[in-house]
């Protein structure tokens, strides 16, 4: 679904660097959510925002903080990346009765 | 805490067969339950989904039934393709809250 993108697809860091994975989205909802994705365990919310000013921690926020710089804009940074930390990261969106979500396509993420 | 138990974790079929795939949830307030297809390297997809009010759903060779009593639901794909292949996730969620709680995914093959 291309309106929900994320970038960059693929990042390689090293252990103690800080990181930014962004999402974008184009669908006009007012909600926005971080999952990380390892493999045997699904997917997993690390932070969730019903609008700007509402930014709440979901079930493995340790490590990791957002922003949600517009309702269209939400960001997910690694204030010091570890090697567990290596996983696919999804960022997705709903509408404000918050049923469906629509994922982005992903980011790579691999700390050395 | 809030689970999604999903079994079988592996699932292997010759096409034209049918799969099925279960979903245990532990939350009795789950009112929503929708089911993802991730191919390979790709986002979770929705493919279908279920509301509490409804015991079952279909979507041409897609079907999903819920039990809301045992507190389960079950995905059922009649005449599999081999592009069926992917991982299936089932997700529990309750209406006007944020949470979707995920099972661990299925790996479907469907064998030509």
């Known amino acids: 679904d291309a309106d929900v993108t994320q970038t960059p697809r693929n990042r390689i860091t090293k252990t103690g660097k800080r990181i930014m994975l962004e999402c974008s989205q184009t669908?006009?909802?007012?909600?926005m959510y971080w999952y990380r994705q390892d493999p045997g365990l699904g997917l997993q919310l690390i932070y969730y925002s019903f609008d700007v000013k509402d930014i709440n921690k979901g079930e493995i926020s340790d490590g990791y903080s957002v922003s949600r710089q517009a309702q269209a804009k939400f960001s997910l940074s690694l204030e010091s990346a570890i090697p567990n930390q290596t996983a696919l990261y999804f960022c997705?969106?709903?509408?404000?009765?918050?049923?469906?979500?629509?994922f982005g396509p992903g980011t790579r993420l691999l700390v050395l | 805490g809030e689970n999604v138990e999903q079994h079988p974790s592996t699932l292997s079929v010759q096409e034209g067969d049918s799969a099925v795939i279960k979903c245990t949830y532990s939350d009795s307030a789950s009112n929503y339950f929708p089911w993802y297809k991730q191919e390979l390297g790709k986002r979770p997809q929705l493919i279908i989904d279920?509301?509490?009010?409804?015991g079952e759903k279909k979507d041409q060779r897609i079907a999903v039934t819920l039990n809301k009593t045992a507190k389960h639901f079950s995905l059922h794909i009649t005449e599999t393709q081999p592009e069926d292949s992917a991982v299936y996730f089932c997700a529990a969620s309750t209406s006007g809250t944020y949470k979707y709680i995920f099972g661990t995914g299925t790996r479907l093959k469907v064998l030509a």
């Open positions: 669908k006009g909802h007012d909600r």
């Open positions: 279920i509301r509490s009010n409804v």
């Open positions: 997705a969106t709903s509408t404000r009765r918050g049923e469906t979500q629509y």
